[in-house]
């Protein structure tokens, strides 16, 4: 069943792109926003010795330095101003949505409308500094205890270079959380998952260019090479068609009197997505899985033997390490979803206007019913999400030379990005189509 919107998006042309210019001057901003971000992850912070830097990342690209390095776009590879990246934000907005889930006095700030959005925003700002602070002082004081052969990477690791180092990854990931806030407001939308997006595109060539390295250099079989090229296409076919599917709940509106007239019943659907909690889950499953490992850098040497074995155990390319990581995605994807979809206010929000789904009493027993086709939708998109992000890592299990970029995660967050900036465009098309028709129909009638 295609909507009216979607018939209309089919019949777009290269035609109505060139006559948009509202969404030419759109896109040229954005992207200007991400060519400040790309040279911003070039620009190093002082105090760091390059040359040891990297000799000391290429030791550790599967831990806790590979993984911000996958966000952050090589940012963290360069020890550059935005190593953090946008994560901390990220994780902010998912602590302040479970909170207003949970707490009373934020949920009766989000119900506010439009006030209530920007001051639950403000608190994800004041939580963004705080998260940044942690962790940019746990990265400072990472760096500024290593060695790398006998050379300290930071030759002058004081406290000047701790306040610094952790102001200056403050002040990046601050600069990126407005960048990503303008490219929302006059760019195309998406600004901080196209940000996000941008950093793991631009590392790409690189990493299919070193997986053929490692080819060359005999540490991957050709077999490995090619396997690992078919189940990365192989997967973004398969992403494409979970992430547009939805499960449609049709909804009844019955008939209504306007003067002396009967208007007919009107039928929709209530669309419901097999993934409705998008690229979270696994973002989030990791984040928490590097804890161990944040906590023993920042201790450096002194750290207890416990966090050691902790932090030994749960590595990349682990059997625990897989384990939690994929139960850690289930549990965030079910967590995740109950917070952002609310059967009972659908219910409550089709009872106002009329609506019922044939079959189930408006209300509480609608609410039950969502609920019940929501629940079993979430555990095909867990399920879904949990493959995808899982698969690869068997395979780097086997071969630790698979570069981190051709991971399942990477790959969701850029299939999915890339949908939702066509809808975004897509969406702008249909506005000026919608405008050029309502002009015209003016003008004739101006004519008569």
């Not at 998006?9 to 971000?37: D, M, P, Q």
């Not at 942690?134 to 306040?163: E, H, K, W, Y």
């Not at 984040?287 to 932090?311: C, E, H, K, R, Y």
Request: with cysteine; hydrophobic share 50%.
């Amino acid at each position: 069943m295609t909507s009216a919107a979607e018939q209309f998006a089919a019949n777009l042309s290269f035609g109505s792109f060139a006559k948009a210019e509202e969404l030419r001057k759109r896109l040229l901003f954005t992207l200007g926003a991400l060519i400040v971000y790309r040279i911003g992850t070039f620009i190093p912070i002082p105090g760091v010795n390059p040359a040891a830097f990297a000799s000391l990342f290429q030791t550790q690209t599967g831990g806790l330095l590979g993984t911000f390095n996958l966000f952050s776009g090589g940012a963290t590879e360069r020890m550059a101003i935005f190593a953090l990246n946008i994560m901390p934000y990220i994780s902010a907005s998912i602590i302040m949505q479970m909170l207003s889930a949970i707490v009373p006095s934020l949920e009766a700030v989000k119900k506010e409308g439009e006030a209530g959005r920007r001051q639950i925003n403000q608190y994800t700002r004041y939580l963004t500094v705080a998260l940044a602070l942690v962790q940019g002082f746990f990265i400072a004081t990472t760096v500024a205890s290593q060695t790398q052969n006998g050379v300290p990477v930071v030759p002058d690791a004081g406290p000047i270079f701790l306040i610094t180092t952790t102001l200056t990854l403050l002040g990046g990931t601050m600069f990126l959380v407005w960048l990503g806030e303008q490219i929302t407001a006059r760019g195309i939308g998406n600004g901080v998952s196209l940000i996000i997006f941008a950093g793991i595109i631009a590392e790409l060539p690189r990493a299919a260019a070193g997986l053929f390295a490692s080819e060359r250099a005999g540490a991957l079989p050709p077999f490995v090479v090619v396997l690992v090229v078919a189940i990365a296409i192989s997967l973004v076919a398969f992403v494409v068609f979970m992430e547009r599917s939805q499960r449609r709940l049709l909804v009844q509106y019955p008939r209504r009197q306007q003067g002396n007239r009967m208007t007919q019943g009107e039928r929709s659907h209530l669309p419901l997505k097999l993934n409705t909690s998008g690229v979270i889950p696994p973002i989030f499953a990791s984040s928490l899985l590097f804890l161990p490992a944040t906590a023993a850098g920042a201790i450096g040497n002194d750290a207890p033997g416990w966090l050691q074995t902790v932090v030994g155990s749960v590595s990349p390319g682990s059997w625990p390490y897989v384990l939690i990581y994929g139960a850690g995605i289930v549990f965030f994807c079910f967590l995740y979803t109950s917070i952002v979809f609310n059967p009972e206010d659908t219910a409550d929000n089709l009872r106002k206007y009329g609506g019922y789904i044939q079959g189930y009493r408006p209300g509480a027993r609608t609410a039950e019913y969502i609920d019940y086709v929501l629940t079993r939708l979430t555990v095909i998109g867990a399920a879904y999400l949990a493959f995808v992000c899982l698969m690869p890592e068997f395979l780097r299990m086997e071969y630790s030379a698979i570069p981190v970029y051709l991971g399942g995660t990477s790959l969701l967050i850029v299939v999915t990005v890339t949908l939702d900036t066509v809808q975004q465009i897509q969406g702008h098309l249909l506005a000026q189509q919608y405008e050029s028709l309502i002009k015209k129909s003016r003008l004739r009638g101006a004519r008569r």
